[in-house]
């Protein structure tokens, strides 16, 4: 307003000189530039320097030419004054543009600096309104997790985590540091298996996980860890001393020393597996036996070193041993078979695949001082006769597998009288067992109605009669589910017809069954549809040539 009025006194002082009228036109013209400009940067709050002055100028002027009394007094002097008002509306005129060109020029620039910090304004809005975006988050979720922390108790959460593996324990763990104290509390650690992570298991690993489980630690797996060593060991058994179940199993670098750090530390292990850890000796089951009385299952397979004294003093040391796995232990022979079978009378699973030194004596033994014998593995053990099997029918009424392939001395006559006795059989292997003929399946199939798996490859004296025997049983169409006939010469397209009536069948193996065509597959898949066959059928010979053949060198390419 106070810029209107200064110009409208201006343009009225100026109506009575000469030069009123081009001044009242210039003096507009500003106005209208000036008011633009000036109400842009009003909005800015933003006034221009000069224009106060100016406007208290123009604001005088107006008020010495529009007062009558003054005039009136002054007008023997009128001439003067109205050169003087003249003078004055030029030197507004001039003031007035040389404001308006400061005027832009300040606009310009206050336009340009606005447009800098409008641009400045917003990047600042964007990242402040980011930075709430992800507090936002955070607190809410803060607020979801302590609103589970509440509603959910230390003992729920505790038992939740229980259920968990170790990977999903780490990242729970991950979660809060409240999370993390519970997640990784070392009742949460009852059972580790770290097969997983067989490549990365090293000294300090084992000293951190023993340190963190501790006392609560009960079962533990280190098959296959082969970085693993008795330092390693010897921080597990003494950090986890509650220890009841460990797994060795293919641990090579493994020595005497564990078993002994075992022995003093872990008097609580029940189940030891040291299966494939060939520097084990005697002196690990002499120091079994000291120090870990309670033990009921071992695993000594594939550790040659092992010989008869180191048996003898396990069996002496350990009553309760339920389940000795030997296979491929070569010095063991009937002298440690009979000492154990004597002090340890709950053995119900005994694995001596591959002790060819054994004989019928290690199995007389064995299954009288063992009645509840239930799995038995007597695998390439070529010593054994068919009285070993006359001992097991004899005593071991509750078997339920036996694997005897390659015991090539044992006939029809061994196995008759196993079928007799043994009723609870559902796993046989009798593969290369190559002196059974068809009687022997007659004998199963009437003695063993719970048999499910059935071994026969490389048996060639079996004929499409005695398969007929195994599918007319009372009990081979609810239970038989496996039957391997590899390599049965005999066996022909007839055999498959007497097995469509054993519904429940999911696999045969017909592998090098000469007779055998892929007609009668077609015929029992259809029948069965479920059914897997493993068959292989050799290409047929070709045709001998009226001409000879055109031989090639191999090195030459036929295009």
Not at 159 to 165: A, E, H, Q, T, V
Not at 328 to 347: H, P
Not at 512 to 532: F, V
Request: glycine fraction near 4%; charged fraction near 15%; hydrophobic fraction near 30%.
């Amino acid at each position: 307003m106070k810029s209107l009025t200064c110009l409208s006194n201006s343009s009225s002082s100026s109506a009575s000189s000469s030069s009123g009228s081009s001044s009242k036109r210039t003096s507009l013209k500003s106005h209208n530039r000036i008011k633009i400009f000036r109400s842009s940067a009003a909005n800015q709050n933003d006034l221009i320097p000069g224009n106060k002055d100016s406007s208290q100028s123009n604001q005088s002027t107006a008020a010495i030419i529009s007062n009558p009394s003054s005039n009136n007094a002054n007008n023997n002097n009128n001439n003067n004054h109205s050169d003087h008002n003249s003078n004055i509306n030029s030197n507004n005129n001039n003031n007035t543009s040389y404001n308006n060109s400061n005027h832009h020029q300040n606009n310009s620039s206050n336009n340009n600096n606005n447009f800098i910090t409008t641009a400045a304004i917003n990047g600042k809005k964007s990242s402040v309104s980011s930075t709430l975006s992800s507090y936002n988050t955070k607190q809410q979720n803060d607020s979801n997790q302590a609103l589970i922390n509440r509603r959910l108790p230390k003992e729920l959460l505790l038992r939740i985590f229980s259920y968990l593996d170790v990977v999903s324990l780490c990242r729970c763990a991950q979660v809060s540091k409240y999370w993390n104290v519970l997640a990784l509390d070392g009742s949460n650690l009852q059972s580790v298996d770290l097969f997983d992570f067989q490549t990365e298991i090293e000294a300090r690993v084992a000293d951190n996980l023993s340190k963190r489980c501790g006392g609560f630690l009960r079962h533990l797996s280190l098959r296959g860890c082969k970085c693993i060593t008795d330092g390693a060991l010897k921080i597990f058994a003494q950090n986890c001393s509650n220890i009841e179940d460990l797994n060795l199993f293919d641990c090579k670098q493994i020595t005497d020393a564990t078993c002994v750090h075992l022995s003093h530390h872990c008097h609580l292990l029940k189940s030891l597996n040291l299966g494939s850890c060939i520097e084990i000796t005697d002196l690990s089951l002499m120091a079994l036996s000291v120090g870990c009385t309670n033990l009921e299952k071992l695993n000594i397979s594939y550790c040659d070193k092992i010989t008869k004294n180191g048996i003898e003093n396990l069996a002496k040391g350990c009553p309760n041993l339920s389940v000795f796995l030997s296979k491929m232990c070569t010095n063991v022979n009937d002298e440690a078979v009979v000492y154990l079978s004597k002090n340890c009378k709950k053995l119900r699973s005994v694995n001596l695949h591959g002790c060819h030194q054994i004989t019928d004596e290690s199995l007389y033994n064995l299954a009288a001082n063992c009645p509840n014998l239930r799995y038995l593995c007597v695998s390439n053990c070529t010593n054994l006769t068919d009285q070993s099997l006359i001992s097991l029918g004899q005593y071991c009424h509750q078997l339920v597998t036996l694997e005897a392939s390659g015991c090539n001395q044992m006939t029809d006559n061994g196995f008759q009288r196993l079928a007799r006795n043994c009723h609870s059989l559902e796993k046989l292997d009798l593969e290369e067992c190559v002196l059974i003929t068809d009687n022997t399946l007659a004998n199963l199939a009437n003695g063993c109605p719970l048999l499910q798996n059935l071994s026969l490859s490389h048996c060639e004296l079996i004929t499409d009669e005695g398969i007929k025997h195994i599918g007319a049983s009372t009990g081979s169409p609810n239970h038989l589910q496996v039957l391997e006939l590899d390599n049965c010469p005999l066996i022909t397209d007839d055999s498959l017809d007497h097995l469509i009536s054993c519904y429940n069948l999911r696999r045969i193996e017909l592998y090098d069954c000469q007779l055998i065509t892929k007609s009668g597959i077609r015929k029992l898949r259809y029948h069965l549809p479920n059914l897997k066959v493993h068959a292989y059928f050799a290409p047929a010979t070709p045709p001998p040539s009226i001409q000879p053949r055109t031989r090639y060198c191999r090195c030459c390419i036929i295009l």
